[in-house]
């Protein structure tokens, strides 16, 4: 049985006099024990609304969320909210995009770890601090005795993320969702903390859903990948089916528009023509229609469904790439 | 630390000499003054000419301001024209009795505006916080005077729940030790009359903390709103911390440095509604103290005492509300 099974997720933004929006619409999929899967699409196209809708953290006025996140045997959504408290960071941990916002200013980064030992695992201040220290040790902060003294604005960006990616595996969780981990860090220390982050999914066996836009972190890190375009999934495959074979004209535009180093000088860099703003409506059509190469007339008629591809994953494409078109 | 209490001490003391050169030279300019308060309209000018040279308004502006900064140093006010009591020992009796009634005010403000603030805002959008919003611009809009009045009016005139004015019962047997009758009440184990003494002190507290109360609620409202929104938050509420955890460590710590300063600015203003709420409920604080000297005659040395104490508790108050900063937030501590 998986560990996470999502069915037919959606969530729907409705403010007093606006017209709904839906930024999640209806997607499905599921998460293995100890297995790594992505979402992957670009800013917009739902995959932090999906995160913090399975965590039951969207506000709670203004947006509808409808679909099962069954995850051991329980609806997350149907849980009342004070069972879905015990089990928010203690069976789901999450790690957030901005390691500087997400830590509280003026709490000591010891606290903020322990709080959450206190929280799940009974301990006491003193034991709750002592346990933090061997996590920040484990996260690879050099110095954890001085540094949980220390508050966010004291420690660097790497270490801030260190420090959150220590709280969201605290309870030694059977799920982490990290939510852009790597993006408001610079190069050298996104690929630390992917090592480490990869180290400690391998070593604990926690199942990772890893939300990014990245798909170098993709092709690092992920057994699965989802893409998502307009709030639903548009192709799932393996990751070394994906970077092969890209089916979809979406997932073949991001791949291309990565620049190489072995292209040669002077060459354009490819991009998606267009942007989000084009797209249409899943229920006229294919939302990315407008900004496809290989439109055909079906795409405008109707939402193309998800279908099982032959190799295993599955795709929504009236007109998909050619398998024999591989990335250069 | 220290260095910074130091240099805002000494600060304080530039601030007091020029406010205190401000004041003087103003109050002297104002139309009327104690000589016409003290001798009347119809006063022979050879009358009125004796009276300013023994005063000792006769002489340059600058001349009587040296000698006040002369005797001020050595902690002479000088005396009270109206009663010809040294000014210290007018303020001093009349000092606490203020105390006592803007602390009862800022006690009442802070310990209703903060947990109103903080539910108005988990509330946004729904009653309770339009009743807040609503309440809070009546609490502000309405004058104190009017206020007082109503209050005394429905509560002592027609429901006799509470004592008109005053401070203590009369022929209430209180030991004065220190001015302040609750605190003398508890001091002296004289129960009653600290309850007495609280008893009068309701009403005129509730008409002066309406405005601190009104500003400390809308504050404290959308000093939350803003942290609510806040990614610390949402990580707490991922941690699957309990709400009163999340509330208190994460969210009021937070929310209310700007509540602080905002009590800070608040308590400092005080006086001026303690003018008129003194005035309605015939307290006999500085505000009674202010009101008299000015109408009484233009009572120079009291007024110029007064406006200064009134400039050093603000400035103390303030400088309080900083130190506190530093406390709650580990980012503006000073190395």
């Known amino acids: 049985m998986s560990l996470l099974d999502v069915r037919d997720l959606s969530v729907v933004f409705q403010r007093r006099g606006e017209r709904p929006f839906t930024a999640v619409d209806e997607v499905s999929f599921s998460v293995e024990p100890g297995q790594t899967v992505g979402l992957v699409g670009e800013s917009g196209c739902g995959k932090s609304v999906t995160s913090l809708a399975i965590m039951g953290l969207l506000p709670q006025r203004g947006n509808k969320v409808t679909g099962e996140v069954n995850f051991d045997g329980a609806d997350l959504l149907k849980l009342r909210p004070d069972d879905l408290r015990d089990r928010r960071g203690r069976d789901i941990g999450m790690i957030f995009q901005d390691p500087l916002s997400s830590l509280n200013p003026v709490i000591p980064i010891g606290t903020q770890v322990a709080e959450v030992l206190e929280r799940h695992r009974g301990m006491d201040h003193k034991a709750a601090l002592k346990e933090a220290r061997e996590l920040l040790d484990a996260v690879g902060i050099p110095d954890p005795t001085r540094r949980l003294k220390e508050y966010p604005h004291q420690i660097s960006g790497g270490m801030r993320q260190r420090a959150l990616i220590a709280i969201a595996l605290a309870c030694k969780p059977r799920l982490l969702i990290a939510d852009e981990p790597t993006t408001a860090l610079d190069v050298t220390i996104q690929a630390q903390i992917l090592t480490l982050l990869k180290e400690l999914v391998d070593e604990t066996g926690t199942a990772l859903i890893m939300i990014t836009h990245d798909l170098g972190v993709v092709a690092g890190l992920c057994d699965t990948v989802n893409v998502l375009y307009g709030g639903k999934i548009v192709e799932r495959a393996e990751r070394h089916e994906l970077f092969a074979r890209p089916r979809h004209p979406y997932t073949h535009g991001l791949l291309n528009s990565v620049p190489r180093l072995d292209s040669p000088r002077g060459e354009r860099l490819h991009a998606i023509r267009g942007s989000v703003a084009d797209n249409i409506p899943w229920a006229e059509g294919c939302a990315f229609a407008p900004r496809c190469d290989n439109v055909v007339d079906a795409c405008l008629d109707g939402t193309p469904p998800l279908e099982p591809t032959a190799n295993g994953g599955d795709l929504r494409c009236n007109n998909p790439v050619s398998e024999e078109v591989a990335v250069p | ?335």
């Open chain 2, 1 to 335: 630390m220290l260095r910074v209490i130091v240099r805002r001490l000494l600060q304080l003391v530039v601030t007091l000499i020029g406010l205190s050169a401000l004041v003087f030279i103003w109050l002297r300019n104002l139309p009327g003054g104690p000589i016409e308060a003290l001798l009347g309209e119809r006063a022979t000018p050879e009358r009125r000419a004796l009276l300013t040279k023994a005063l000792g308004y006769d002489q340059p502006i600058l001349v009587q301001y040296a000698k006040f900064m002369q005797r001020l140093v050595t902690g002479d006010f000088g005396n009270s024209i109206r009663s010809g009591d040294p000014v210290t020992e007018v303020i001093g009796r009349a000092f606490p009795a203020t105390v006592e009634l803007a602390a009862a005010a800022m006690i009442i403000a802070i310990g209703l505006g903060v947990p109103l603030g903080y539910l108005a805002a988990r509330h946004r959008g729904r009653l309770l916080d339009n009743l807040s919003i609503g309440g809070t611009l009546l609490g502000i809009s309405i004058p104190i005077f009017f206020l007082g009045y109503l209050l005394k009016d429905v509560f002592t005139q027609n429901m006799h729940l509470f004592p008109p004015s005053g401070r203590i019962s009369t022929g209430l047997d209180n030991t004065d030790i220190t001015g302040f009758f609750v605190l003398d009440g508890l001091l002296t184990r004289e129960f009653d009359a600290t309850g007495d003494a609280l008893w009068h002190l309701i009403l005129p507290a509730i008409t002066l903390a309406t405005i601190p109360l009104a500003v400390i609620v809308r504050i404290t409202r959308a000093s939350v709103l803003d942290v609510l929104n806040e990614d610390y938050v949402r990580t707490a509420e991922a941690k699957g911390l309990r709400h009163k955890t999340i509330r208190g460590r994460h969210i009021l710590r937070n929310g209310l440095l700007p509540v602080v300063t905002t009590i800070g600015l608040q308590t400092g203003a005080l006086l001026s509604g303690a003018v008129l709420t003194e005035r309605v409920y015939n307290w006999g604080g500085l505000g009674t103290l202010i009101y008299d000297s000015i109408s009484g005659g233009r009572d120079y040395p009291v007024l110029q005492a007064l406006i200064l104490l009134a400039a050093l508790v603000f400035v103390l108050v303030n400088l309080l509300v900083d130190l506190s900063y530093a406390f709650i937030d580990p980012r503006v501590r000073v190395r």
